[in-house]
């Protein structure tokens, strides 16, 4: 029967196959002893027979021969300092479980009678030693790497055993970090969830007290990273411990694993938690000479500035990944450091401000040097992975060129990876901090230095509501700087951007977005506001900007009051209409008048909707009165 069972190996020994029998009949004992001498011959079956390792049929049909409920025995019976046998049942234990688990494919790891022994593995690992440790660690690991197992860890009511031994063993860390990604990707978690990562996190914050925290912080920076808002803990007390690792690391000479650990957990807890984090990690009490916000702002700059350089060329190495992940968490700092002071420099009291004034000033100088080598990096980006001159038209850069031996692709420099240039996240983190020193920088060189960029922003918006990753803000706070100066504002024309601009907002307005998403209502705003700026700084209205009239007149006002975000898109849009009508000659305005009326039925009609709140009456009241004089 042993020898049909394990048909599908050809070269099984019927020595072999007594064995098996053998150690089958001691497992069915009910008799513990032969149960722990079954397992001891199983375990030296397995690693001493390839041919039986490598039949899946056969590792399988064991494993099913084994009592969970002995080996469960096992492992608390091992946990146990008074028994003489202990460390023996929880080594063996431990041994079993990791050898099926990585014999067995994932779809057996994750059923039942492996994730069921996850709770004793948690409550053994306070007590198991070495070689035991490490195997108890691989296996939750591997158990929790599944949606099953992750429900499973997370239902245990006692994870101490597991946090504190993390010091010692970042496995520890992994195994959490993988569970809660899986448990997340599975669905909203619920507060229960936000409740126990809040536990562990907290337990972790003070068990790594007295350590570099290196392993702690790239925990943190990885869970911060990937978490969902409905999971992140609210308000808690493991805010300032970890900024407290962040401000240590940094004044302490990092070596580049520490510095992309505190890198990460440093953007992701400013991202989480905005407000905390900007106090704690930007504004320094003590009023030093060199406060910390200086210190590790300017170190985050200097780290762009020498490392982004060497980026494009090693954009296909291995050490790609992480050197980019490290640089796009920087700029994330960066940009959310500049919200912040300009948030404080809002309040004109100057005990609001954030650091000394020459600190500033130094560090308004290194974010410029920074923000110029990152112009020149993102236009080198641009035109090595679209493989044409500065400012060639998508269509020419996309096409075949014809040479005389024949058409063929040109040659471009981009990720291996799919997506290229405009689904890396690097560069929206880049021209995230860009855009918004742009616009906030009244430096009239570095914008003219990014107006060579206008071509490479317009493509970006075409593209993203079709890509993964939405350049679309970032490219309209950047346009609003530009077109603040003469340059930008020709090269926003020159690239098409009135047409591309005008064509999206009147495509959101008919397709209502803007009601049903407050971002692209958001965007709306911002959209007009650079339309007004290219608008009134010009001496006259240009026939082709009228289009954006043509299709604002054709467009159906939704119902009711809206969202106020929606409200002030519908707002900005009719204001925006004025200005470019008012601006056009009588002729060109007068065939026009139909459009006109229209818009003027649609003012109306907002009036109707949103006239009586004060914060809309006064600019209602103007848009309709300009349009009567324009009819």
């Known amino acids: 029967m042993a020898s049909k069972e394990f048909s599908d190996n050809p070269v099984r020994e019927p020595q072999e196959d007594k064995e098996i029998t053998k150690l089958k009949t001691l497992l069915k004992s009910k008799d513990d002893t032969e149960r722990f001498v079954g397992l001891a011959l199983l375990k030296s079956l397995l690693d001493n027979t390839p041919a039986i390792r490598n039949d899946e049929a056969a590792v399988r049909t064991l494993w099913s021969h084994i009592p969970p409920r002995f080996l469960d025995r096992l492992l608390r019976t091992g946990s146990s300092l008074s028994n003489a046998n202990a460390k023996d049942m929880l080594d063996i234990g431990v041994s079993i479980l990791y050898t099926f688990s990585i014999l067995l494919p994932a779809a057996d790891t994750a059923a039942p009678s492996f994730t069921a022994r996850i709770p004793s593995l948690v409550a053994a690992a306070l007590y198991s030693t070495g070689e035991t440790t490490g195997l108890l660690l691989q296996t939750l690991y591997t158990l929790v790497n599944s949606g099953e197992g992750a429900d499973v860890l997370m239902q245990v009511e006692d994870t101490t055993p597991l946090s504190e031994i993390a010091t010692s063993h970042a496995m520890v860390l992994d195994i959490f970090g993988r569970a809660w990604l899986h448990r997340m990707a599975g669905g909203a978690p619920g507060a229960g969830f936000a409740q126990k990562v809040d536990a562990v996190i907290q337990s972790l914050a003070v068990l790594f007290k007295g350590t570099d925290g290196v392993t702690y912080l790239a925990f943190m920076g990885n869970f911060l990273h990937h978490s969902t808002p409905e999971a992140i803990p609210k308000d808690p007390k493991w805010i300032s411990a970890t900024a407290s690792y962040i401000q ?183 021209l995230r901090a860009l855009t918004l020193w742009l616009r906030e920088d009244e430096n009239e060189q570095l914008r003219e230095e990014g107006t060579g960029l206008v071509d490479v922003l317009m493509e970006l918006f075409i593209n993203s509501p079709t890509e993964k990753l939405d350049f679309r803000p970032a490219v309209l706070v950047g346009l609003e700087g530009l077109v603040a100066i003469r340059l930008g504002r020709a090269m926003f024309l020159q690239q098409s951007g009135w047409a591309i601009l005008t064509g999206d907002l009147v495509n959101t307005l008919h397709r209502h977005r803007e009601v049903a998403d407050d971002r692209e209502a958001t965007m709306c705003v911002d959209i007009v506001r650079i339309l007004l700026a290219v608008a009134e700084a010009g001496k006259s209205t240009q026939e082709s900007w009228l289009d954006l009239v043509t299709g604002v007149a054709a467009w159906d006002v939704p119902a009711g009051d809206g969202a106020s975000a929606a409200r002030d898109a519908h707002v900005a849009v009719l204001q925006l209409c004025c200005t470019v009508l008012a601006q056009a000659n009588p002729g060109l305005r007068s065939r026009y008048r139909h459009s006109i009326a229209a818009i003027a039925g649609i003012a109306t009609q907002i009036h109707e909707q949103v006239g009586h709140l004060s914060e809309y009456s006064e600019q209602m009241d103007d848009v309709i009165a300009t349009l009567d004089k324009l009819r």
């Not at 953007?267 to 900007?278: M, T």
């Not at 020149?376 to 998508?394: H, I, K, L």
């Not at 020419?396 to 005389?404: G, L, P």
Request: charged share 20%.
């Open 248 to 430: 240590r690391l940094v004044a302490s000479r990092p070596t580049p694993e520490a510095r992309a650990a505190y890198t990460s957990a440093a953007a992701g807890l400013l991202q989480a938690y905005p407000e905390q984090a900007s106090e704690l990690l930007f504004k320094d009490p003590t009023n030093t000479e060199k406060p910390f916000g200086y210190l590790f702002i300017n170190l985050l700059l200097i780290d762009i500035r020498s490392s982004i350089p060497m980026l494009l060329a090693s954009l296909n190495a291995p050490d790609y990944h992480p050197t980019a992940k490290r640089l796009a968490a920087a700029y994330d700092i960066v940009c959310l450091f500049i919200s912040f002071l300009v948030r404080s420099l809002e309040d004109d009291c100057l005990d609001a401000l954030i650091m000394p004034p020459d600190s500033l000033l130094r560090l308004r100088k290194g974010i410029a040097e920074t923000m110029s080598v990152t112009v020149e990096y993102v236009r080198d980006r641009w035109d090595a992975a679209r493989s044409g001159a500065m400012g060639f038209d998508p269509s020419a850069r996309a096409a075949k060129a014809e040479t005389h031996t024949g058409a063929h692709h040109t040659l471009t420099w981009d990720t291996a990876d799919a997506g290229g240039a405009d689904e890396d996240a690097f560069l929206l983190s880049a």
